[in-house]
């Protein structure tokens, strides 16, 4: 890893919404998340999507798109001094993207797009590559590779479990494991993990909540370098993936085990 944006050998967090929502729940929640950083001694980098092209109804929210999008994300950049995370859908949408984010995040269902991962690792930028729902962890070596051939290393991996079909979501601790051996940092997206295909995320039964904490502390206790937990100050009325975000006002004491878990983990090592 060849960027000085976090000190990656530190547990870190990537947070925010699911995506971008109105001035207001954006700022606001920004402003909360650093707050728990600075108390936590925990690196934060705020993460809300510009568009979400992969909804599975055109009926639902897709985000403000990459101009508005962007330039709220400048704003929280500028105001709070965090690095930014949104994930880019087109080749044509990573010159601009690059501009304000610290890191372009691949998304699952788009990780073997070449083009796309290509144009995106050429900026130079940190390249978060989302584990794609139906690739084996091993696989993730292609899409690396891909960004590698552009001479950029600056690589994140992120896991968030299979899918089999049947519109439910696995997680395999043996991915933490293959995924590490890449030689990149690896995160954990929890609130991904617990999402129900095929249902509303505005309905409760679209995301299994219960099984957060369990995740969350084995995929810690399995060793991986940060975690991925989409936040809100009231899920429950959250534009996109309504049924797994986690909590604002609940995030800091669900983080505060898994700080003291990764630090036995990492003390194990």
């Not at 978060?128 to 696989?139: D, E, V």
């Not at 519109?167 to 030689?183: E, I, K, T």
Request: hydrophobic letters at 40%; one cysteine or more.
């Amino acid at each position: 890893m060849q960027s000085t944006l976090l000190d990656w050998s530190k547990f870190f967090l990537i947070s925010g919404p699911c995506v971008i929502e109105d001035e207001s729940t954006m700022m606001r929640t920004a402003e909360r998340l650093k707050e728990i950083s600075l108390r936590l001694d925990l690196p934060l980098i705020y993460k809300s999507s510009f568009m979400k092209d992969n909804r599975s109804s055109v009926d639902y929210y897709m985000g403000p798109g990459l101009d508005e999008g962007l330039k709220l994300l400048q704003k929280i950049k500028t105001e709070f001094g965090l690095p930014i995370l949104s994930d880019v859908h087109y080749p044509d949408q990573v010159a601009a993207a690059a501009e304000v984010l610290d890191v372009i995040q691949i998304p699952a269902y788009l990780c073997m797009q070449t083009t796309l991962v290509v144009a995106a690792a050429k900026t130079g930028r940190i390249v978060n590559l989302k584990h794609g729902q139906f690739l084996s962890p091993a696989n993730m070596d292609k899409p690396v590779k891909k960004v590698e051939s552009t001479g950029n290393k600056n690589i994140l991996l992120t896991e968030r479990g299979y899918v089999f079909g049947y519109n439910d979501l696995v997680v395999d601790p043996r991915a933490f494991y293959d995924m590490g051996s890449l030689g990149y940092p690896v995160i954990f997206d929890i609130t991904h993990s617990i999402r129900k295909y095929g249902i509303p995320s505005s309905d409760p039964s679209g995301g299994l909540r219960q099984y957060l904490p369990t995740l969350a502390r084995a995929g810690v206790a399995a060793g991986v370098d940060g975690v991925f937990i989409e936040a809100h100050p009231d899920p429950a009325k959250a534009l996109c993936d309504a049924a797994s975000q986690y909590p604002l006002h609940q995030l800091e004491e669900f983080l505060k085990p898994l700080i003291a878990l990764h630090n036995i983990e990492k003390a194990a090592r």
